[in-house]
């Protein structure tokens, strides 16, 4: 690899880099884009176990806003999406999250689903402050157990 990017690599480990990289990855894996940000998030910790509920709130904190940012595309996405709306499987998804309401974004922690969740929380034009109160919660609890987990399952030496 390039000498540069070493050095980025390693100024981006430091503490005071370290919380920025971890939002910044965060807030793009809640978008579209598949990125995960949950290996960022246990190898910050790894390296500086103190900053554990600070990276916590951090990770939670730009998934939530890069969930946000999806759920406004899903809103300005609406009249796109409308000519898709006729098939039976997306009339009966349709119903089911309708039903469910803003608390569906609870489940915008799930792999592969959660994301586009929040685009069609948008799309459905569910509520945003509830949606994002609901997204926050899923979030927090998905960082907060995985990284206790991995922290247990992979404890320091």
């Known amino acids: 690899m390039p000498a540069w990017f070493d050095s980025l690599l390693a100024l981006l480990a430091l503490p005071e880099y370290g919380l920025s990289t971890l939002f910044t990855v965060s807030f793009i894996s ?20 103190d900053m554990f509920w600070a990276a916590i709130l951090v990770a ?32 009966r998804a349709a119903d089911w999250l309708r039903k469910l309401g803003p608390r569906a974004c609870l489940l915008s922690w799930l792999p592969v689903v959660g994301d586009p969740l929040c685009a069609v929380a948008g799309w459905l034009r569910f509520p945003f402050w509830p949606c994002l109160l609901y997204m926050t919660i899923g979030k927090f609890l998905r960082y907060l157990t995985m990284t206790v987990a991995l922290l247990h399952v992979f404890p320091g030496t």
């Open 60 to 91: 939670t904190a730009g998934n939530t806003l890069g969930g946000a940012l999806t759920w406004w595309m899903g809103f300005g996405a609406h009249r796109v999406a409308d000519k898709y709306s006729h098939s039976r499987h997306h009339t």
């Open 30 to 49: 809640a978008t579209l884009l598949p990125l995960g940000s949950e290996p960022a998030l246990f190898g910050l910790l790894r390296l500086n176990p």
